[in-house]
T-cell receptor, first 113, second 111 residues
Framework: KAGVTQTPRYLIKTRGQQVTLSCSPI?????VSWYQQTPGQGLQFLFE???????NKGNFPGRFSGRQFSNSRSEMNVSTLELGDSALYLC????????????FGDGTRLSIL | QQQVKQSPQSLIVQKGGISIINCAYE??????FPWYQQFPGKGPALLIA?????SEKKEGRFTISFNKSAKQFSLHIMDSQPGDSATYFC??????????FGPGTRLSVLP
C-alpha cells in the first residue's frame, strides 16, 4: 500500500509570493492534516480536513489555507509568503475516525528568500 | 493545558543500552498517546501508541509505559542500536482535537 505522497519535495520562493503544496493520502484514508515543522517551534498543527470539510484548525494566520477534494487529496496554500514561513510542511492522513493513528508523508521543504 | 512536555532534549546512549524518553501532559481529556520516529529528510513514522486503559505496551524493542495518575508516559528502547539514532516525538490527542506534539528528543546511539 502506497504511503502518503507530498509534492513537491523542495520549493524555493521569494517573499510576497504564494505557494500551493499537494498531499495524496494513503488509499482509503479520508482525513488529512497539515503540520509545520521548524527547529524552533517543533511540529505545529495547521488544519485538518475530513470529507472535504475543515474539521479542525490551528493558530495560524489566514494566509494559510487548505482544501480537500472528493478523492481525499488535499492542497495547502500560503499567500504573501514571509521569511518566517520557511519550514518543512508535513501532511498526515488517517482513516477519519477521530483519534486514530496518523501517517505522515516526507514533507515539502519550503525555503523563502 | 494543551502542551506536551518532553525530556530530555537530547540523549546519547551506548549500543546495547536502554534509551528512555519521558513525556508529561496536563489535559486529562487526552486519550491517545503515540510515539513517532523521524530520520533526517523523512517525515515522522508512527512507532508505537497507547491508550490510557493499559499501563504498558510492548512492540519488539520498544515499550511505552503509561502512568495515568501522574499524567506521564515514556518510551523505552531496549538494546539500543546505531540505527535507532533519530529524533523521537511523543504526542497526545483527544476526540475532536488535533494532535499535540512534544518538542522532540534527539537520540544518538554510539557504536
Amino acid at each position: 500500500k502506497a504511503g502518503v505522497t507530498q509534492t513537491p519535495r523542495y520549493l524555493i520562493k521569494t517573499r510576497g509570493q504564494q505557494v500551493t503544496l499537494s498531499c495524496s493520502p494513503i488509499s482509503g484514508h479520508r482525513s488529512v492534516s497539515w503540520y509545520q515543522q521548524t527547529p524552533g517551534q517543533g511540529l505545529q498543527f495547521l488544519f485538518e480536513y475530513f470529507s472535504e470539510t475543515q474539521r479542525n484548525k490551528g493558530n495560524f494566520p489566514g494566509r494559510f489555507s487548505g482544501r480537500q477534494f472528493s478523492n481525499s487529496r488535499s492542497e495547502m496554500n500560503v499567500s504573501t509568503l514571509e521569511l518566517g514561513d520557511s519550514a518543512l510542511y508535513l501532511c498526515a492522513s488517517s482513516l477519519g475516525q477521530l483519534n486514530q493513528p496518523q501517517h505522515f508523508g516526507d514533507g515539502t521543504r519550503l525555503s523563502i528568500l | 493545558q494543551q502542551q506536551v512536555k518532553q525530556s530530555p532534549q537530547s540523549l546519547i546512549v551506548q549500543k546495547g543500552g536502554i534509551s528512555i524518553i519521558n513525556c508529561a501532559y496536563e489535559n486529562t481529556a487526552f486519550d491517545y498517546f503515540p510515539w513517532y520516529q523521524q530520520f533526517p529528510g523523512k517525515g515522522p513514522a508512527l512507532l508505537i501508541a497507547i491508550r490510557p486503559d493499559v499501563s504498558e505496551k510492548k512492540e519488539g524493542r520498544f515499550t511505552i509505559s503509561f502512568n495515568k495518575s501522574a499524567k506521564q508516559f515514556s518510551l523505552h528502547i531496549m538494546d539500543s542500536q546505531p540505527g535507532d539514532s533519530a529524533t523521537y516525538f511523543c504526542a497526545a490527542s483527544s476526540r475532536g482535537q488535533n494532535f499535540v506534539f512534544g518538542p522532540g528528543t534527539r537520540l544518538s546511539v554510539l557504536p
